[in-house]
C-alpha cells in the first residue's frame, strides 16, 4: 500500500503530471490574449459598412490561432511524455510545403483581401477604379473582388492581381464646370447672376456648400471660358452637373447672357471677286 501511495506521490510530484497541465493552462492563456487584442483592435476601427467582411477575417485568424496554438500544446505534451515529435513536426512541415504549393494561388489571395479588409481601401458600395477599370464594388471577398459599370459590366479580379485602387467615394467630389459665354457678356452680370442662382443649386440634393466663382479660364475662338467649382457628395458629381447646367441655362436665358456655337468667318480677297465680275 505504502508503494502504491509513494507510486502516486512521485507521478503528481514529476513533471509529467504538472507538465501537460501547465503546458494547457498557458496555451489557454495565450489564446485569451490574443483574442483580448483582437477585439481591442476591433473596437478602436469602429463598425465600418464592410464589418461583415472584417468579421470573417477576424474568425479565420482566430481559428488559425486556435489550431496552431493546439498543435503545439500537443506536440509539447507528447514530447513530456517521451514521444519523439521531431518526426511528427518533419510529416508536418513536409503536408505544410504539399498544401502550401498546391493551393499557393489561393493563399495568395487570401492574404491580399486580408490586407484589403484591413487597409480599408474600399468598401461594398463603394465606386473605384481597379486596373483601370471604374465600377462599384458589389462582392469583396477573400478570394476576389467584382465591379459593376454604370453600364452593367461585372468585372471580377483575383485580389492578389490588384495592383492600382483608387476611390473615388472615400471623400466629396469637387465638380468643375467650364461655361462658355459671347465676347458681348458683361463679366460682372455673369457674376451677379451665379451668385444668385447659387441659392438654387444649394438646395439640390447631394450639393455641398455654394458656387465657388473661379473666373475666367480661358479665351476660345468664339466665346470667353469662365471657371465655377462646386463641392458635392462623393461620385454624385454626374448628376449634380447636370441638374446644375439646366439651372444655369434658364437664368442665362432669363437675363440675356448669350452662350455662343461655333462660329465660322469666311474673308474672300478682292482679286477673287474680280475674277468674279468677269
Known sequence: MQLIIDNIVDF???????????????????????KNVIVKIKNRRGKKRNYKKE??????????????????VSLIVLEIYGVNTTSIIASLSVV???IGLAFQDTLKNMLAGILIIFDDRYNIGD??????FIGEVI?????????QAYTGEVFTIQNSNISTVINY????????????????????????????????????????????????NN??????????????????????KRATLKII????????????YMQVDVHLKEEGKKKIKK
Request: charged fraction near 20%; glycine fraction near 6%.
Open 169 to 216: 467615394t472615400e471623400y466629396d467630389s469637387r465638380l468643375i464646370l467650364d461655361l462658355g459665354v459671347s465676347y458681348n457678356t458683361d463679366i460682372s452680370l455673369l457674376e451677379k447672376t451665379l451668385k444668385k442662382l447659387s441659392n438654387k443649386v444649394e438646395k439640390m440634393d447631394n450639393v455641398k456648400g455654394s458656387i465657388e466663382l473661379l473666373g475666367i
Open 12 to 34: 503528481l510530484l514529476s513533471v509529467k503530471f504538472y507538465g501537460p497541465i501547465i503546458t494547457v493552462l498557458v496555451g489557454l492563456l495565450v489564446y485569451n490574449l490574443f
Open 219 to 240: 479665351f476660345d475662338s468664339s466665346q470667353v471660358v469662365y471657371r465655377i467649382a462646386l463641392l458635392c457628395k462623393p461620385y454624385t458629381h454626374y448628376g449634380v
Open 127 to 132: 465606386v473605384v477604379e481597379i486596373n483601370s
Open 55 to 72: 468579421e470573417t477575417v477576424i474568425n479565420l485568424i482566430r481559428n488559425i490561432v486556435k489550431y496552431l496554438i493546439m498543435i503545439i
Open 139 to 147: 462582392s469583396l471577398g477573400l478570394q476576389t473582388t467584382k465591379l
Open 249 to 260: 441655362k434658364e437664368e442665362f436665358d432669363k437675363v440675356g447672357i448669350e452662350i455662343p
Open 96 to 98: 505544410g510545403v504539399v
